[in-house]
């Protein structure tokens, strides 16, 4: 089984900064990726970031230029973090897990952005 509890949303003015973090639990070895997706109302949910076990890092386009997404192998922790946030820019953010081709989901932190 895998836990993964994730911080740091909020609310935000426009052009400011968060960073959340994910961390995980439980049945944790041999893990393909760790990432972020997002789900405003009405939307489908979207890839904002997702990094690999070798590094190699990937980004929405709505996102590029603006996130980081990194992490922590001793802590078992994702980190996005966010800068020059736009209103569009306000959902819930999901961290997302791949281990042998499963996908396990957070429990997702509301991001809100105010113009």
């Known amino acids: 089984q895998v836990r993964l509890v994730e911080s740091g949303g909020g609310l935000v003015q426009a052009g400011g900064s968060l960073r959340l973090a994910c961390a995980a639990s439980?049945?944790?070895?041999?893990?393909?990726?760790m990432g972020w997706y997002r789900q405003a109302p009405g939307k489908q949910r979207e890839l904002v970031a997702h990094?690999?076990?070798?590094?190699?890092?990937n980004y929405g386009d709505s996102v590029k230029g603006r996130c980081t997404i990194s992490r922590d192998n001793a802590k078992n922790t994702v980190y996005l973090e966010m800068n020059s946030l736009k209103p569009e820019d306000t959902a819930v953010y999901y961290c997302?897990?791949?281990?042998?081709?499963?996908?396990?989901w957070g429990q997702g932190t509301q991001v809100t952005v105010s113009s």
């Open positions: 439980g049945s944790i070895f041999s893990i393909t990726a």
């Open positions: 990094i690999t076990s070798d590094g190699t890092t």
């Open positions: 997302n897990l791949v281990r042998f081709a499963y996908n396990y």
